[in-house]
């Protein structure tokens, strides 16, 4: 497609300009060689589909190149679509190949998709330094960094391939043309992404379980292929019910296929949120069933605070000894005093909150006091003596021991019955009550020392119960 060069003839300066500019339009229209042609299916034999192509003679397109990804054939006898020459084959015959999309006619159609970024069909026809060229209607070359391909071997193949690219540069003057393929590649490849993520969005729903592949791993979290096109993330806080995961590689690595639980699905920011811990039931859930009050437990102290340990009684579960509860021996001021890290302890659970992820324990509990020798002395029916610290209506507090008390109910006439001993003179009532055999209420003053006997014994809960002796 070269400008014609000729100096005009003096004679055609009488001509009018109009025609002269309707003229050099014209010129300017005239199709570019080389373009695709229309071409029908005249017929299927085996690794061959021919063409005709208005040609003497037919041409033939490889059926692997029409062939469907399930591997069927997409075209029959009688279709017709835009074909380019790509060369001969050992037979003779002309080889073809089907126009991947439009491809412009003239230099107007060609100013167009260049303003307009259209996508438009060449055949690659040989390689060249820096490139390639493409047969787009007219001669275009293709920097090999705009190609899509940077292997030898990937751009030998390129050659003679129908594809897909964008015009870069324009200039009509020069015929100067340069195309890209690599963008269209990486749009339409985008394309295919977020299709395939906006199909699998509407399959996902938030607590769906899904496995995949951990494609890379960032400080915050991990990214896990689904499917080709869908990526999530598991962020480091979605890792782990108990354990503190200050990297994703404490927990997983690249290559190794995970089950997940879909938490949250962003269909207008593509973007998944996936949950590794979700996965595995929570172990504060059961905590109060597993940690009853009263259970001993043993492990190990992880860490210390001014004001109590961490003792370590399952991985990634921790319960507190707070600093009150060491020793009954003497009030300490920091927990050095009585351990230290890497230590196991003996403690007993004194409450578990599962909302709250909290689990107390004490130590000092299990230490043997003056009061527990005391208690495992004691048995029903055994006379003590004591001395009354505290009386009340209907009951006295007796201390037997240094740390030890007793309770004794003391028993009231009731009030709706009148006994023989609210009526008459003291000796009338004296004598109705020994002759009635009913005894007088006992009176107790704070400081006296009294016998009592033994009703009953709680040595875990350290309380007993007494009876006047």
Known sequence: MQNDSREPREEAADVPFADI???FEAAGKRRPAGGPRRGTVVGISGDYVLIDFG????????????LDRDGKLTVKRGDTFDVAITGRNSE???TLSRVAGRRPQDWDALTRAFENKEIIAGRVTATVKGGFTVDVGTRAFLPASRSGVRTPPEMEQLVGQEIRCRIIKLDIGDEDVVVDRRSVMEDEARQIRQTTWQEAAARLNPGDRVTGVVTRLADFGAFVELQPGVEGLIHISEMSW??????????????ERVEAVVLKVDVAGSRLSLGLRQVLQNPWDTIKDRYPSGKIVEGKITRLAKFGAFVEVEEGIEGLVHISDFTNEK??????EIVKPGQVVRAIVLSADSEAKRLKLGMKQLEATPADQFLGQ????DHVTGRVVQVERDHVTVQLAEGVEGICRVEQPAASEPSALSRGSLAE????????GVKPPETYR????RSFTIKAVDAGGKRIELTPS
């Open 331 to 336: 009030r300490i001021q920091h927990p050095s």
């Open 378 to 381: 004691l048995a029903v029916g």
């Open 55 to 66: 040609s003497k003679a037919e041409g033939v397109i490889s059926s692997a190149d029409l």
């Open 92 to 94: 003779g015959m002309v």
């Open 446 to 449: 704070e400081g006296e020392i």
């Open 21 to 23: 500019l309707k003229e």
């Open 242 to 255: 108990t354990k503190r995961v200050k990297h994703p590689s404490e927990v997983l690595k690249e290559g």
């Open 429 to 436: 009532r004296l004598a109705a009550a020994w002759k009635g």
